[in-house]
């Protein structure tokens, strides 16, 4: 219980004095800033000191709890994604995707990082990090996919830069994968690269790129047609946030 406690404050304030003082000074400033002009301005107008007394309060409570959001969400993400490069090997019974991120760490003492991966229960799914000495770390799965951990040989300090590099190989012996990849971006990403290689054997000659958001009907969603001849690469700089990038052939 107390290890959970100290690891919900390290995530939502952090684990330094400088840290404590931007929560603070993040908090009580804009507070106390919006509870002063309200309460001026109500004692301008009503005379009578509960009252004033009881709305200042409610002000303050409120103003607080939407500066509690905010910072939040200011925190939420603990990496920023340079970059993230996969790479997709097909062949019709086994496939390989290779992910490298670069990665800037936000916060101090950060010891893992999240990822996913979506496979099919009846196949074989081998998940590993091809950084020395870190170790993957499956978590409790709440859907469909497979959610895990790398985690670092050392705990990585603010502003620190990583490359990080993940492979996960799957076997497709009971054929129920189509002929797709897809990423979507869970968290803010600088650039992505996806590198598709299908061997001349399978005769692919053309690919569909497509971003989706929500479904391919969506207004947002676009596609284009394009040519390929056993590896095609797609840079998309600043993937949009809870957007589906996807290769079909």
């Not at 107390?2 to 400033?29: A, Q």
């Not at 925190?75 to 090997?89: D, G, H, L, S």
């Not at 992910?99 to 950060?110: C, G, P, S």
């Not at 870190?134 to 497979?146: F, G, P, V």
């Amino acid at each position: 219980m107390k290890k959970k406690v100290m690891e919900y404050i390290d995530n939502f304030i952090g684990n330094s004095i400088y840290d404590f003082l931007k929560f603070i000074f993040f908090l009580l400033i804009p507070s106390g800033m919006i509870t002063t002009f309200v309460e001026s301005a109500i004692s301008k107008v009503v005379k009578n000191t509960f009252v004033v007394v009881l709305v200042t309060c409610l002000v303050l409570i409120s103003s607080v709890t939407v500066v509690l959001i905010i910072y939040k969400n200011i925190r939420k993400y603990k990496f920023e994604y340079i970059y993230q490069y996969v790479t997709f090997e097909y062949s019709l019974e086994r496939m390989v995707v290779t992910t490298e991120y670069k990665v800037k760490a936000k916060r101090n003492n950060l010891k893992s990082m999240y990822s996913r991966s979506s496979w099919f229960k009846d196949e074989k799914q081998k998940i590993k990090c091809l950084n020395k000495n870190y170790k993957i770390n499956y978590l409790e799965n709440r859907d469909t996919s497979t959610e895990f951990e790398v985690v670092f040989d050392s705990p990585m300090k603010k502003n620190e830069v990583r490359t990080i590099t993940v492979r996960v190989e799957v076997t497709n012996k009971h054929r129920h994968f189509e002929n797709f990849y897809s990423r979507e971006i869970i968290s803010p990403v600088n650039e992505l690269k996806i590198t598709l290689v299908i061997p001349s054997k399978y005769k692919v000659k053309s690919i569909l790129k497509e971003e989706i958001y929500g479904s391919f009907r969506d207004e947002r969603s676009i596609s284009k047609k394009e040519d390929f001849n056993m590896f095609y690469v797609w840079t998309i700089p600043k993937p949009k946030m809870r957007y589906e990038y996807k290769i079909s052939w």
